[in-house]
C-alpha cells in the first residue's frame, strides 16, 4: 500500500483561527456602552435635583462627586484584584451592581440618601476600566490592539454617553413623556440584561477559552513581550511605580482630562436646555459633543497602530480622512445656515438640511482632507517610533482641544456652539485610546494596574475639579424670571477657559511622557526601544 499521500485532501480549517476574540470584542463594546449610558445620565438628572432640593451649582457638583469618590477609591483595589483573579466575575458583579444602583438613584427621597446612591454607583463601576484594559491586552495581539481599544473605550463608551441624552431627555423624557425617574428604571433594566447575557458569554482568557483554537490563540500572541502568559498570577513592583517619571506625567495629564471631562458629564443638559426652545432638541445637541469624541478617538486609535506599524500610507489615509468628516461635519452645521431653532418643525428642518449638505459638506471635506494629508504628512517622522508616537498624538489632542474651548467662548448661536463642542470632544478623545496603549505598553503584565492607577488620578482631578467649576459658576451666574418662574443664568466663559488651560497643562504632560519604560521589568528589558 503506497505511502504517497493523495494529490488533493478536503481543507479542513484546522489552520484557520476561530473567531471567539471577536464575541468578547462585542462584549467589551457593550459594557463600555453601558457604563457611559448609565453614568451620562446624570446630564439630565442634575437639573431636575437642582430645581427640587433648590441647590445652587457647587451644591450639585457636590453631589455629583461622590461618584468620584468611591470610584477613584476603588481603582486601584479593583485593578489588583484582576490582575490576581481575572475579568469576569468582576464584571458581571460590576455591571448588576450599577445597573441597580441607577434606578436606585431615583427612589432616593432626602439628601442622605442621594448620597449613599452616588457613593454605591461609583465603586460599581470603578473596576470596569482597569479591566476591559486587561481584556484588550489579553486577548488582542500587539499590531491593532490601540484599534481595538479605542473602539472599546472611546466609540463605544463616547457613542453610549451620547445614547444617555437621546435615550433619556429625547426619547423617554421628551417624546413618551416619561418622568427622569421611570426613565431611569428603564434604563437600569437594560443594563441587567446585558449583564446576564455576559456572564454566559464571557471568558477570561483564551489560553482558558475551549472555543479558542490554536491558531487563534497564536494569532493573538503575536508580537508579545512577555510570551502572553495570561493566566499568571503576580503583583506589580510598586517601587518600579514610583520611580516611573513618565507614570507621574501620565498621572497629572489624566488629572487634569479627566476633570475637564466632567463638563460634557455635569453641564451640557444645561448648556443646550437653556438654549433651545424645542422639546427633546437638547438632548440631541447634548450628544453631539460626544459623538465627536466616539469618531475622534477611534480614528486616533487606528492611528496609533498605523504609526507603531510605520504604515506611512494608511498613517496619511486615516489622517486625511479624520480631516475629511472633521470638516464635512463642522461646515454643514456652521456653514449651512441652521442658526435659529424657532420655528422648528422636522419637513422643514429635513430639506435645510439637505440643502445644507449639498452647499457645504462637499467643501468642508476637501478641505478638511487636505489638512489632514498635511498632519499625515508631519507625523511622517515619528513612524515607527513607539516613544514617540504616542505622546505627539496625545499632545496634538490636547492642544487642538483647548484652542477649541477658546473659540467656543465666542460662539452665540446654538447650533454654532454645538460644533465647536463637538471638535472639543474629537480631538480631546484623541487621548483616551493613547492613554490605553501607554498603560498596557508601561504596565506590561501588570496593566490593569497601571491603568488604575492612572484612572484614580484621573477621579482626584474628577472630585477636585468640578467643585472648582461648580464655585466658578456660582461666580458668574444670575437670576432671571421666565414665565414668571426664577431661572439660574450661568456664563460658561470663564468655566470654558479654564478647560483651555488645564488641556494646554496636559498637552506638555504627554511630550515628557515616555511608554517604553515600563515598570514591568521583563516587559522593559524585553522591549526594543526606539
Known sequence: MSNTPPLSEPHTGIDRPSNVRWLIFVLACGTSWFLYLHRYTWNFVKPRLQEEYGWNDSQAQAVYSLFNLTYGLGQIPSGVLCDYLGPHVFLVASMGLWSIALPLHALASTVTSLAAVRLLFGVAQAGCFPILAKVSRTWFPLSYRTGVQACIASFSGRIGGAMASIIMASLLMGYCHLTWRSSLWIMGGAGLVFAVLFAILFRDSPDRDPRVNSAELRHIQEGSTDGAKSSERQFMSWSHALTNLSLWFLLIQQLLVAGVDTVFLTYMGQFFERRSDIPGMAGWLAALPLIGGAIGGTFAGFLNDALLRANRGLIIKITALMGCVLGGFTSVLVG????STADWNWSSHLLELLANLLQHSALGCLGGAFGGAI????????????????????????????????IVMRQTNVMAAAAVLFTVKFFSDMQQPTQWGVCTDIGGRFSATVFAIVNTAGNVGGILIPNLFGLLNDANSSKVMVDGVEKTLINFTPLFMSAGVMYTIAAICWLFTNTTSSVDVTTFEKSERR
Do not use: D, E, K, Y
Not at 336 to 339: A, E, H, P, R, S
Not at 397 to 402: F, I, K, R
Open 336 to 339: 449651512g445656515g441652521l442658526t
Open 375 to 406: 498632519v499625515g504628512v508631519l507625523l511622517l517622522p515619528v513612524a515607527g517610533s513607539r516613544r514617540w508616537c504616542r505622546s505627539v498624538i496625545g499632545a496634538i489632542g490636547a492642544l487642538m482641544a483647548s484652542l477649541m474651548f477658546f
